[in-house]
């Protein structure tokens, strides 16, 4: 089964990371990572580079471009979506990386490198300090796909809310949470979002998925379990409003884990003075994975969407952050 965080390799060897756990059929939602190039990143004599350098909206629209004019196959508008997405149909996958098998290889033929001991010691302390067990964990990244090299970090899965949630926990108690350089983190978070340093410092306070272990950044990222995966894909249908600006209340962040990043809240939107009653905060953008709570009060830009609720005959109004409409502009931050 193919699951949010695990890669896709193709035949030419463009390598994909899989996004979320609802695909249309045949096909799977992703965005492409790393490609054939003189990069860091090396495996059985061949290496490779980032597909774009930096994490940010506006080389996710590049790269989109990209896509439709190299490999249009890999690009179409997506009608449960609304708008165009990357997407790998399943004949073009030479080879699926799966997150929990990637682990479950690493233990079993032992560390090769610094890095692999070093994901073996931090998840062995993850299982001894509370009710996790390495079943529940998984590996991805360029650790998962054997590329990685001295200067990389370590991407951990938990599978599970609750699981997801208690590992959070753990690494706060044994004081690996948190930025490596605070100073970098609020470069990242100025160059990132139109936001004043007074703003991106509160976020910064508030990165949950990020830690350091022995001189070694990781994240950690949440991906449901099977029984936990309870939409199917055109069970909710959405479609563009516009951009707009809202003020927000979270009423439940327990799936804020997952990507996306979902927050329940309430408050309102606005588009040329027209309001909208908001229900659900969605971020594809893993800064802000984790990262609010319950009660916590919100300002944000983002694409504003209708949620037609197929299953439940209801429909509400989703605020997108991670858009490529609203590309450079989004932001969301404490108020």
Not at 255 to 267: E, K, L, M, Q, T
Request: charged share 30%; hydrophobic share 35%; net charge negative.
């Amino acid at each position: 089964m193919i699951r949010d965080h695990d890669f896709l390799e193709t035949e030419d060897s463009w390598i994909f990371c899989v996004v979320g756990d609802i695909h249309p059929p045949g096909k799977f939602f992703s965005y492409l990572k790393y490609v054939p190039g003189t990069g860091p990143w090396r495996r059985d004599g061949k290496s490779f580079s980032r597909a774009f350098p930096e994490y940010l909206m506006d080389e996710f629209k590049k790269m989109l471009e990209y896509l439709k004019r190299v490999k249009p196959e890999f690009v179409e508008y997506d009608p449960v979506i609304g708008a165009e997405m990357i997407s790998v149909p399943i004949e073009f996958v030479k080879k699926h990386y799966n997150c929990s098998a990637g682990l479950r290889e690493l233990f079993k033929r032992g560390p090769r490198d610094r890095l692999e001991k070093l994901t073996i010691a931090l998840i062995q302390e993850i299982c001894d300090h509370g009710d996790v067990h390495q079943d529940d964990l998984g590996i991805t990244g360029s650790i998962l796909l054997q590329i990685h090299h001295e200067r990389s970090d370590i991407d951990l899965i938990v599978y599970g809310r609750r699981e997801f949630w208690e590992v959070i926990e753990i690494l706060g108690e044994l004081g690996y949470l948190g930025v490596r350089s605070r100073e970098q983190a609020l470069r990242d978070m100025l160059k990132r979002y139109p936001i004043t340093p007074s703003d991106a410092s509160n976020l910064v306070n508030r990165v949950r998925y990020k830690g350091v272990y022995r001189g070694v950044e990781f994240s950690v990222h949440g991906v449901r379990k099977s029984e936990e995966i309870t939409e199917k894909y055109s069970d909710k249908i959405y479609r563009r409003i516009g951009l707009a600006h809202a003020i927000l209340e979270v009423d439940d962040a327990s799936d804020s884990c997952f990507n996306p990043a979902i927050y329940r809240v309430h408050g309102s939107a606005e588009i040329g003075g027209r309001e909208y009653d908001v229900e659900q905060l969605m971020c594809y953008d893993l800064t802000f994975s984790a990262m609010f709570e319950e009660g916590d009060r919100i300002e944000a830009y983002g694409k504003l969407e209708s949620v037609v609720d197929r299953v439940h005959g209801r429909k509400f109004y989703s605020l997108l952050i991670g858009s490529v409409e609203a590309a450079g502009r989004e932001y969301v931050k404490l108020i």
